[in-house]
């Protein structure tokens, strides 16, 4: 398919969609690490440049003052207060102090729970909106191209009958006819031999384009066959004659 014509129209709103979201997704990692540092949790191994925007989530223990160090902290405080007062009142060592402190505990587990589950609805919700971004833009660049086509016929640089005379010119590719593994193992073609007046020995020339020497020793060879070949072509060599045969001596009387 030929290419489009030239629209700054459309340029400008693939440009623009690209840079919304680029600005959307940073904007989602930059909150995706914020809220992970006040939840108390860091994230390893994510590299957006790469294309890996997301790593492993795993608990922060150099943030004191994070949403998981507080709340431990506020347990911790409640034990030693619960002790305490046990210790006070003479009942350190009665099954009171026990259910006490079972009591801090499992409130404490389920503050962590409460915790752990805001956590992962926020990371859902963060990832959701990095990926949403990249949806936008390809909802953006389809009604962009939509648009484009709808006004094709008012572009200054659209030209049909341009266009349909390259669709002409350029000629459809034709598939072989024979793959290249065939024809890497066609057999050669058998060598052309020529067989000279008379004679029944194959040749690699024609005799008209043997050397003289040769020519000469075939005509002396095949005289009979030579006379033929030279009536029908005079520059060839003409066989040998024949030396006279001597009159048989008379015997004396």
């Keep these: 398919m030929p290419p489009l014509p030239i629209d700054p129209a459309y340029t400008a709103a693939e440009s623009s969609a690209g840079l919304q979201r680029q600005l959307s ?6 909150q995706r690490q914020s809220g992970l540092l006040d939840y ?3 994230e390893t191994g994510y590299n957006p440049a790469s294309g890996t925007p997301f790593g492993t ?7 004191p ?23 006070a009142g003479g009942g350190l060592y009665s099954g009171a102090y026990q259910n006490q402190q079972d009591f801090i505990n499992r409130g404490q587990l389920q ?14 919700q963060n990832t959701q909106d ?16 939509a648009d484009r086509m709808s006004r094709i016929s008012d572009n200054p640089f659209y030209q049909p009958e341009a ?3 390259l669709r002409t010119r350029v000629p459809r590719a034709v598939r072989p006819a024979v793959r290249p593994a065939a024809r890497a193992t066609a057999k050669p073609a058998a060598k052309k031999v020529f067989y000279w007046p008379g004679s029944t020995t194959p040749h690699t ?19 009979k066959a030579q006379q033929v070949y030279v009536a029908k072509h005079p520059a060839a060599p003409k066989p040998a004659a024949k030396p006279a045969a001597k009159p048989a001596a008379k015997k004396k009387k």
Excluded: C, W
Aim: charge should be positive.
């Design 25 to 30: 997704q940073n904007a989602a990692l930059q």
């Design 40 to 42: 108390g949790y860091q």
């Design 57 to 63: 989530v795993q608990v922060d223990p150099n943030n």
């Design 65 to 87: 003052f994070s949403k998981a160090a507080l709340l431990k902290q506020n347990y911790d405080i409640s034990r030693r207060r619960a002790g305490q007062s046990m210790g």
């Design 111 to 124: 503050a962590q729970n409460d915790l752990q589950s805001s956590l992962t609805k926020f990371l859902a």
């Design 130 to 145: 990095y990926t949403g971004a990249g949806v936008t833009e390809q909802n953006a660049l389809s009604q962009a191209m």
């Design 163 to 165: 266009l349909a005379a």
């Design 205 to 223: 020339k024609p005799y008209a384009q043997a050397p003289k020497a040769a020519q000469k020793a075939h005509a002396k060879a095949f005289p």
